[in-house]
């Protein structure tokens, strides 16, 4: 089966469980879906040179290996932070972290989580925390000090989410059965361990004042890589490596921005160049429509480390548990192998 029929079946699975307005929270996307849909077309559109006369004596497992950030991986295809996934799965997020252990992939933990960090990280896979910086600092403090204390790798300071897009009114209505506080106040005391009832409402809404700073705000505070998510410019990366980042994430957020947004494929060839002229050192990684082994491939020889996934793997917790998360993870893999064993070593 192609990873495409793959995806179809799991999200025609998941949609069949789902109330209708959580399917449409997570397929939902910015302004007409143009990003989303160009997204798509663009990673499949991808185009690959073969080389060849390399040898192809590797194995499977060489072939897929990598590393992010120094840790060891046996796969570049990476789980997307996502929010609220206890929606799609009773254990949520450490439901996902057990298909990424077994795969030897990583995930993102989003700022919108509803589980306890150590229930992701009892899993056992490396896992990086996803930070939405909130108005009221000190909480947002508070979160990166537990994530790293749970034993994060890294912290994923998402960029991109500046204004209130027509996707998140729909989550804003989500009824609290089928989908716990957002980054409200039980949540985030639970996760906190702090006392909020002291604290102004607007505290756990997002800041206003995020900047290049506060890239070294967070890995001073924690000791912790940090990667920027949702770099489209040449100058934001090159920005933002200047500034101490880790790495950047080529992302339009699944096309839930800007509808009018350029796709993170059309962006990456200039991101990866931006970055290099600062530091080579500096990671890039793409998401935001990475469908199939070849667009993975692509993504590695333009100079990216490694792809995240994400709808296909919401869809596939919310349908098969773990078993679905797995299941994209493994397809997108052997995909990914068959291609470079193909195409040669492409990556640049
Ligand atoms: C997301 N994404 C996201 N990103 C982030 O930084 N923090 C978050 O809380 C969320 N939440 C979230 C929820 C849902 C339901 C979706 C679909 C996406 C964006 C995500 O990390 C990633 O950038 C995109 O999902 C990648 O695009 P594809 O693979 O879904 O097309």
Redesign the pocket.
């Known amino acids: 089966m192609t990873t495409t029929a793959l995806f179809e079946q799991l999200e025609a699975e998941a949609r069949a469980g789902l109330p209708a307005h959580v399917a449409g ?2 397929a939902a996307t910015a302004g007409a879906g143009q990003c ?1 849909a160009e ?1 798509l077309r663009d990673w499949a559109a991808a185009r690959l040179v073969p080389r060849v006369l390399q040898g192809v004596s590797r194995t499977d497992e060489q072939l897929a290996a990598t590393t992010v950030l120094g840790t060891p991986l046996r796969t570049p295809v990476l789980l ?4 609220q996934q206890v929606a799609a799965h009773p254990r949520g997020e450490a439901e996902a972290a057990r298909a990424v252990a077994a795969a030897g992939s990583l995930l ?1 933990v ?3 989580t509803a589980v306890p960090f150590d229930a992701v990280a009892q899993a056992g896979a490396p896992w990086w925390y ?1 930070v ?1 910086v909130l108005r009221d600092r000190s909480l947002t403090g508070l979160l990166v000090d537990r994530a790293a204390a749970a034993g994060a790798s890294a912290l ?1 300071l ?1 960029v991109d989410t500046t204004a209130l897009t027509q996707v998140d009114p729909a989550a804003a209505s989500i009824e609290p059965t089928a989908w716990p506080p957002g980054p409200g106040r039980e949540r985030l005391t639970a996760l906190t361990g702090a006392d909020l009832a002291d604290r102004d409402a607007g505290a756990a809404t997002p800041a206003l004042d995020v900047d290049l700073a506060t890239i070294g705000w967070l890995a001073e505070r924690t000791g912790l890589p940090v990667v920027v ?1 949702g770099v489209l410019h040449p100058d934001d990366a090159r920005a933002c490596a200047q500034a101490g980042a880790a790495g950047v994430v080529v ?1 339009t ?4 921005r800007l509808g009018e947004s350029v796709t993170s494929a059309a962006a990456l060839p200039g991101v990866v160049a931006a970055v290099r002229s600062v530091d080579p050192a500096v990671e890039v990684y793409a ?4 469908r199939s082994g070849a667009a993975v491939a692509w993504a590695l020889a333009q100079g990216a480390r490694a792809v ?5 793997a ?1 869809w596939g917790l919310a349908a098969r548990g773990a078993d679905g998360v797995a299941a994209v993870l493994d397809a997108l893999t052997a995909e990914l192998v068959t291609t470079l064993r193909q195409c040669g070593d492409v990556r640049a």
């Open positions: 929270y997570v989303h997204g997307a932070p996502m929010a993102g989003s700022t919108n996803q939405y994923v998402t998510k992302s957020h699944g096309g839930r998401d935001s429509g990475v995240f996934v994400g709808r296909p919401w």
